[in-house]
């Protein structure tokens, strides 16, 4: 989870440098994952937005939004894969 060290100055976790070990590779990708519900939507912060959705509210409602169309012409499996990357 971020913390707000000052207004509008946000503090982020350093990126995440590959180690080449796939399963301490892959272990470090769902660390990043589960910080995805903690984390707040930035314009949400940067707005003064009272109770900001997080990163993981926004893409898992946007899944749901993009299975639920009823728009034949496009390819459901692949937006909602692209609402969740």
Known sequence: MTEQSSPG?????????????V?????????VLQR?????????INRNIPNPESIADHMYRMAILAMCTSDASLDIPKRVLHCLL
């Open 23 to 31: 399963d301490t590779d892959r272990l470090a990708f769902f660390h």
């Open 36 to 44: 995805l519900k903690t984390q707040k939507r930035t314009g949400w």
């Open 9 to 21: 100055k946000r503090v982020f976790p350093p990126l995440y440098v590959p180690t080449g070990d």
